[in-house]
């Protein structure tokens, strides 16, 4: 069954570096999201992709953070400048028109 | 704003058994979904089952049955013949009808006793 992919899976960043988070989704897919979950906390929400724009972001979704579809096969999760909170794992996920696939997740860990 | 409750952070029950796990939401939306999902230690979550707002009939997918009550707001997680690989993290979660993002609880962690 096909799967969404995400590396790496753990990520060690010093604060105020750029880290790019990177994700292949199943294929056949059209709607990309990225979720986090910062440790013992719930899913959140961070934004939605379509048709190559961003369809909705949350609030923690700010200038620091960009998504980017660069070729027909992997989706990206940009965060400009890392700060201590941005520490938690972070879930791609796509769909086609029925429910969510979710990756396994990368570990990012600010230091 | 939509919410979504589960008041259950830890469970325990014993291989073969039935449990049951609880979730409450707030919407004033009419036409929604809602889903759980179950994240093994592995991490990556898995869609277990999903009801549509509009349909009446709880859902099944074959251990795993809703119990949905929409006047109440309430989308139970019934697992029956419980067995060790179903030890995981369980969220439920919302979406509205306009909307692509879901809004997931905070999680019950399932511990299958053997």
């Known amino acids: 069954e096909p799967e969404v992919t995400q590396t790496p899976s753990h990520q060690v960043t010093q604060m105020g570096q750029e880290v790019i988070l990177r994700c292949v989704p199943i294929?056949?897919?059209?709607?990309f999201y990225w979720y986090r979950q910062i440790l013992g906390q719930k899913v959140e929400f961070l934004v939605s992709?379509?048709?190559?724009?961003?369809?909705?972001k949350s609030e923690i979704f700010d200038d620091q953070f960009s998504v980017e579809r660069p070729d027909g096969s992997n989706f990206t999760l940009k965060i400009r400048s890392t700060k201590l909170e941005d520490s938690a794992m972070y879930f791609c996920?796509?769909?086609?028109?029925?429910?969510?696939?979710f990756g396994d997740g990368t570990r990012l860990s600010i230091l | 704003a939509q919410t979504v409750t589960q008041s259950q952070p830890e469970m325990s029950v014993q291989e073969a058994e039935t449990v049951t796990l609880s979730c409450t939401y707030d919407?004033?939306?009419?036409?929604?979904?809602l889903f759980w999902y179950k994240q093994p230690p592995s991490r990556q979550m898995i869609l277990v089952i999903r009801?549509?707002?509009?349909?009446?009939q709880n859902a099944t997918e074959n251990r795993f049955s809703v119990n949905f009550q929409k006047a109440a707001k309430s989308f139970s997680l019934k697992i029956s013949d419980s067995q060790l690989g179903d030890t995981a993290m369980y969220f439920c979660?919302?979406?509205?009808?306009?909307?692509?993002?879901?809004?997931f609880g905070t999680g019950t962690l399932l511990a299958v006793q053997p």
């Open positions: 996920a796509s769909r086609e028109t029925g429910p969510l696939h």
């Open positions: 294929s056949n897919h059209l709607y």
């Open positions: 992709f379509y048709n190559n724009e961003i369809s909705e």
């Open positions: 919407t004033s939306e009419n036409n929604y979904y």
């Open positions: 009801q549509e707002a509009y349909k009446q």
């Open positions: 979660a919302f979406k509205g009808g306009a909307t692509n993002k879901l809004i």
